[in-house]
């Protein structure tokens, strides 16, 4: 009788497990690397060094978004691409001293990054849409405004 209300436990705390998972995993999460190889090139930026490299937005679970190019953070692209300009090392680091932070926060599939520099922020959304490891934002950085497809880095 006691192995039988164990069975019948065990059962349910399993069956209520997978419901669970079928549930959440109906709605995949943005969280994670997500990377997009050809975007500076969809930007007409291929030629601008670093960021001819792969870009990678990274969601955390606190709600920062990272961004990376060619490996590197967007304020070391920043440094990189002033002192190729020829701008003075003390005016690049007065510039950087502001670097950008972004956040951002999902409702249903809309995605709104806040970006702010200094006292200046600006919000941004767009809708978004995830199939698999494809994560596609609706509006517009791509030719023609068609949105851009972003890969889950594995």
Request: charged share 25%; glycine share 12%.
């Amino acid at each position: 009788m006691n192995t039988k209300k164990t069975l019948v436990t065990i059962l349910s705390l399993a069956l209520v497990a997978i419901l669970l998972t079928a549930c959440s995993g109906g709605k995949a999460s943005i969280e994670g690397k997500w990377s997009a190889p050809d975007l500076a090139e969809q930007m007409g930026m291929g030629e601008m060094g670093a960021l001819a490299g792969d870009v990678v937005y990274e969601f955390t679970k606190d709600g920062k978004l990272l961004l990376t190019m060619g490996g590197k953070n967007l304020e070391e692209v920043a440094r990189e691409q002033m002192k190729a300009a020829g701008i003075p090392d003390a005016q690049v680091e007065e510039s950087l001293k502001d670097t950008p932070q972004v956040t951002y926060k999902v409702d249903g599939n809309k995605l709104t990054m806040t970006t702010k520099i200094g006292e200046v922020v600006t919000d941004d959304s767009t809708e978004f849409s995830i199939s698999g490891d494809k994560l596609t934002l609706a509006s517009g950085i791509g030719d023609a405004g068609e949105g851009i497809t972003l890969t889950r880095v594995k």
